[in-house]
């Protein structure tokens, strides 16, 4: 199948099926004319790689991901450390949004929103003079 279908079937633009390509994550074959031939298990490996990007995994994690996937004598340990690595750093991305959205909040609180001129949300990203 072309790019178009196979994008269609992964649910993924055709953008992202050539970025895979060019970075090795996908090698589909080419037909004679120079088109990519998509089998159904390159399909099966774009949707794989579209699943894991929605999680937020990067594309070197994504790398391992499918190697692990397609080693059938791979450990669930490596495949857990991953995804346990990657889970560590959405919950560090997810405080660190908290203590922006706290402070925030609490500048917001403070300032009159009025005609005069004094700010406590200016005066917070201010440098220190």
Excluded: W
């Excluded at 159904?40 to 794989?48: A, W, Y």
């Excluded at 991901?65 to 991953?82: F, G, H, P, T």
């Excluded at 889970?87 to 997810?94: N, P, R, S, Y």
């Amino acid at each position: 199948m072309n790019i178009k279908e196979a994008g269609k079937r992964a649910n993924l633009p055709a953008k992202t099926i050539r970025y895979y390509e060019e970075v090795g994550l996908i090698r589909p074959l080419r037909d004679t004319n120079g088109y990519r031939a998509f089998r159904p298990q390159d399909v099966h490996k774009l949707g794989f790689l579209g699943r894991a990007r929605a999680l937020g995994f990067t594309i070197e994690d994504c790398r391992v991901l499918l190697s692990l996937y397609e080693d059938q004598s791979r450990a669930s340990a490596d495949v857990k450390e991953i995804a346990q690595r990657h889970l560590t750093q959405i919950a560090e991305k997810i405080a660190a949004l908290k203590a922006m959205q706290d402070t925030l909040s609490h500048l917001v609180t403070c300032c009159h929103g009025d005609d005069r001129p004094d700010c406590p949300i200016l005066a917070d990203l201010a440098p220190p003079s």
